[in-house]
């Protein structure tokens, strides 16, 4: 366990992103244990949250009415706790030589808010970059789905926090479209992935991707 980065000080960081139900949750557990049977370590965390401030907002912006915030608000909240979660748990990580593997980041800030609610990518990132220095992942996972097949997937998972799910379909589908639009922007970092095929077969694809990546 331990091991120095094979090309250079520091771990990687791997998002993993995608509309309601993609199985962002379930693949990152998959994925934090594929890194860590290479012998690595490695952190699991999520936003909004993944810090104790961060975790507070979060409760602000999952729960309650859909229309609770307007969208520039929501993206000061997600740009805030994204704040808290860098500085107090990825950036301190990375630097000690963690990977860190997060689900969700600032690309579901760019696609529900600046897609979704139509503020425009652009600002969202003109914010990443004054709160956060522009600090962009390593590798992005983009798990694709439908939107019906993600809303009932979401669905079952229960827990309450469906505030994002409750928004209209339109919205879903601009969000969809939002996460394509990202990854042909950025090629090199974001790899979409099928997120219809089975557990197994997405889980393939992502060790596919990360082994792409790094010589892992
Ligand atoms: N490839 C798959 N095929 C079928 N069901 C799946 C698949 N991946 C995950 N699921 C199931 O779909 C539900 C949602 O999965 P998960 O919570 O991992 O998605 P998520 O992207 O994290 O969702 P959310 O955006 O709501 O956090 C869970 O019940 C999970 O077991
Ligand atoms: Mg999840």
Known sequence: MGNPSPKRGRGFFITLEGGEGGGKSTQAKRLVAFIQEKGWQVLLTREPGGSSGAEDIRKLLVSGEPGRWDAMTEVLLHTAARRDHLQRTVLPAIEAGQWVVSDRFVDSTVAYQGYGHELGAERILDLHRIANGGFMPDLTLILDLSVEEGLARAGSRGGGEDRYERMKRDFHERLRQ??????????????????????ETVAAAIEVAVSGMVNI
């Not at 922007?185 to 557990?199: E, G």
């Open 178 to 199: 939002g996460f394509l639009e990202i990854a042909k922007s950025d090629p090199k970092r974001c790899k979409v992935i099928d997120a219809s095929q089975s557990v």
